[in-house]
């Protein structure tokens, strides 16, 4: 479900050194850095500047390929000083095998390693949560956004609503709105992207970028962009690649 999803930090090299650490306890490699992001695969990682803000209050969870994966990331996190946001341990309240551990970021973004069965096999990130100052209204924002980009909601409650695709899932829990998360779905055709952002702005939404293609990411990239109700940078794109 998941193409990737880019944060922005205070300190790019202390974010960079933060995921470079704990990352790398779950086997998932650092791919390469520019002079614009540090990225991990699916996840990347890029300074904040005046006009493109922190990212703020997101919580991560990255695939773990064992319980003694989810304690070493703790472990290691921990002993280099970073800010513990919760010990391994089972978690029963989200599924009866599930087992986590959890980190801050140097900005405060809560950082988890998860193990469970059913987890995402095309990617490192198996879910996001993000606060929303409204979750109703937030919720139908990516009700539209959904037919095209893979994924439905699977869970609704006054103050949670689970987003699920055939891989990898997203919540939306009311609270202070998450801020800055840049969140990319993957399209199969570059019509795809072209009537999301078409239903979307048509809907009132706001355009964060009509759709193209941005070479400067790689030739054939084609992607469209819109902000959800709390500002969060919302993208599908074809990667056109066979």
Do not use: C
């Not at 930090?9 to 390469?32: N, Q």
């Not at 103050?159 to 998360?181: D, I, K, Y």
């Not at 009537?195 to 970028?209: I, S, W």
């Amino acid at each position: 479900m998941f193409d990737h999803v880019t944060i922005r930090a205070s300190d790019r090299e202390a974010s960079e050194r933060f995921y470079e650490t704990v990352l790398a306890t779950l086997e998932i490699p650092k791919g390469f850095a520019d002079e614009h992001y540090a990225h991990w695969n699916d996840f990347s990682v890029g300074q904040a500047t005046d006009d493109k803000p922190v990212t703020r209050r997101l919580h991560i969870g990255f695939l773990a390929p064992s319980r003694e994966h989810v304690d070493e990331f703790w472990r290691v996190g921990t002993a280099a000083g970073y800010r513990d946001d919760g010990s391994p341990g089972p978690r029963p309240q989200y599924s009866d095998d599930y087992y986590g551990s959890f980190l801050l970021d140097p900005d405060g973004n809560s950082a988890e390693a998860v193990n469970h069965p059913a987890v995402r096999r095309n990617g490192w990130i198996d879910h996001l949560w993000l606060r929303a100052a409204d979750v109703t209204a937030t919720k139908r924002f990516y009700e539209l956004v959904g037919p095209y980009a893979g994924f439905g909601l699977h869970g609704d409650r006054p103050e949670h609503a689970h987003f699920a695709g055939a891989s990898g899932s997203f919540s939306l829990v009311a609270g202070e709105p998450t801020e800055e998360t840049h969140l990319a779905f993957d399209a199969k055709e570059n019509a795809t992207v072209d009537a999301f952002h078409r239903a979307l702005t048509e809907a009132g939404y706001r355009d964060n970028g009509p759709p193209g293609e941005r070479p400067q990411y790689h030739r054939g990239y084609y992607g469209a962009f819109v902000l959800d109700p709390d500002g969060n940078n919302v993208e599908v794109v074809n990667h056109n690649r066979s």
